[in-house]
């Protein structure tokens, strides 16, 4: 089994080689899932370094009624979520990733959008290896995930240790599962 760190930046090539852009309908299964389960505090991630691209989900969201959404913000070990929409500014962090410039922190969301490298059909989920997810959903383990991902970024069997936090759904351009 090829260690995280090979997998990592086979996975970041990958990506970046045949990555393309998503059309609105592949968030339908994730806005369906929003709305039957009472979603009221969306979080989602930024999108960089060739990840599906959430500006068009943050689009979508917007016209659901009563519904806030956030986006990370990262410091040394901790991450926390902090009010957004797609018209606020944001401020490049020590780790290269983009985070609001406001400070007003969400109470804990309901829905955690979460960014992968790679996913396995168990929903293990290869990161970026610095663990803020894992670390976050480990104290809160009673908030629904969904990992966002291409369907090439599907690997037989992530290696996983105690501290990684297994994902609910994990959405592609196929579908959920």
């Known amino acids: 089994m090829p260690s995280k760190k090979i997998l990592r930046k086979k996975f970041s090539l990958i990506r970046k080689n045949k990555y393309f852009e998503v059309k609105d309908n592949f968030f339908s299964p994730l806005i369906k899932i929003i709305k039957k389960k009472r979603i009221k505090n969306v979080a ?77 059909r168990f929903k293990n989920r290869l990161g970026y290896g610095k663990g803020y997810y894992d670390r976050f959903l480990g104290k809160n383990k009673n908030i629904l995930t969904i990992g966002i991902a ?22 592609t351009e196929k579908g959920i599962f």
């Open 44 to 120: 989602i991630y930024y999108p960089s370094n060739y990840e599906v691209n959430t500006i068009q989900l943050f689009n979508i969201l917007k016209k659901l009624k009563g519904l806030k959404t956030s986006i990370p913000q990262l410091s040394k070990r901790r991450m926390k979520f902090v009010k957004w929409n797609s018209t606020q500014p944001l401020k490049v962090n020590s780790f290269g990733f983009l985070d609001p410039v406001s400070t007003a922190t969400v109470s804990c969301p309901d829905l955690i959008i979460v960014p992968l490298l790679a996913f396995d």
């Open 150 to 171: 291409f369907s090439f970024q599907k690997f037989n069997k992530i290696k996983t240790s105690k501290y990684d936090v297994k994902l609910n759904y994990i959405l």
